[in-house]
């Protein structure tokens, strides 16, 4: 697909078929997270793939029980509450950048992953960047069952999967604050 296009028509997709990401497709995916640029070059961004289905909804699960605790707005918590996985929306596929504790990991993992989703959206995937999985960013156990070393932070969650419904094209703006010409 046409960069513009992927660029224009990208939406965060939360609904998915119960149908698998193949293989390759995942390939072409992390492929586009590590073409990305990162400081000095340093190809910070590690992936951790899940595809797992009881091991997403067990994360989900724990997402969802910390989200009840930690004093999010009443809305969020009686959200948290249902059976269902508001956290993953049953994508098949849950993809985590993740990177050592250096100053532009973040700015790394975030570029890679925006470069994910649009290689993504071109194959004909949904995605959703979900940062609700911070969470539970410093329970060291559950990361590190889940492979995150000490040493790294979790920075980027992404979810990818075929859509139940593609939402539609969206159009914003840029808030131009000055020029100087
Ligand atoms: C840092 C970040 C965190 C986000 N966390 C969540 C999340 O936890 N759950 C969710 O459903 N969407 C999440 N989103 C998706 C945004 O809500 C979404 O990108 C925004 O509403 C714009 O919609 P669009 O992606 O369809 O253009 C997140 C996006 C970003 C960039």
Same mark, same amino acid.
């Given at each position: 697909?046409e #960069? ?7 939406r ?6 119960? /149908?698998? =990401?193949?293989?390759e ?6 492929? %586009? ?9 340093r ?6 793939? *899940?595809?797992?289905?009881e &091991? ?12 009840? =605790? *930690?004093?999010l707005?009443? &809305?969020?918590?009686? /959200?948290m509450? =249902?059976?269902? @996985?508001?956290? !993953?929306y049953? %994508?098949? $596929?849950?993809v #985590? $950048?993740?990177?050592?504790k250096?100053?532009? +990991?973040?700015i790394?993992?975030?570029? %890679? %992953?925006?470069?994910?989703? #649009? ?15 911070n !969470?539970?960013? @410093?329970?060291?156990? +559950?990361? /590190?069952? *889940?492979?995150i &070393? ?7 969650? $992404? ?5 139940? @419904?593609?939402?539609?094209?969206? +159009?914003?703006?840029?808030k131009?604050? &000055?020029?100087?010409?």
């Open positions: 697909m #960069l513009e296009k992927c660029i224009m028509g990208r965060s997709v939360r609904s998915y078929q119960d /149908k698998p =990401v193949p293989e497709e995942i390939k072409k995916i992390l492929k %586009a997270g590590a073409m990305a640029p990162s400081a000095m070059n190809e910070s961004p590690q992936y951790i793939v *899940i595809t797992n289905k &091991k997403i909804r067990e994360l989900s699960d724990k997402v969802k029980d910390k989200a009840g =605790v *930690i004093g707005g009443a &809305k969020i918590a009686e /959200k509450k =249902v059976k269902e @996985d508001v956290i !993953f049953g %994508a098949p $596929l849950l #985590l $950048l993740v990177g050592d250096e100053k532009w +990991t973040a790394d993992c975030a570029l %890679a %992953a925006e470069n994910m989703m #649009l290689r993504a959206y071109g194959l004909g995937i949904g995605s959703c960047y979900i940062g609700f999985m !969470f539970i960013g @410093d329970e060291r156990e +559950t990361l /590190k069952s *889940i492979g &070393k000490d040493s790294q932070e979790l920075y980027c969650p $992404l979810i990818f999967g075929y859509p139940k @419904d593609w939402p539609g094209p969206k +159009t914003r703006e840029p131009i604050q &000055k020029r100087i010409d």
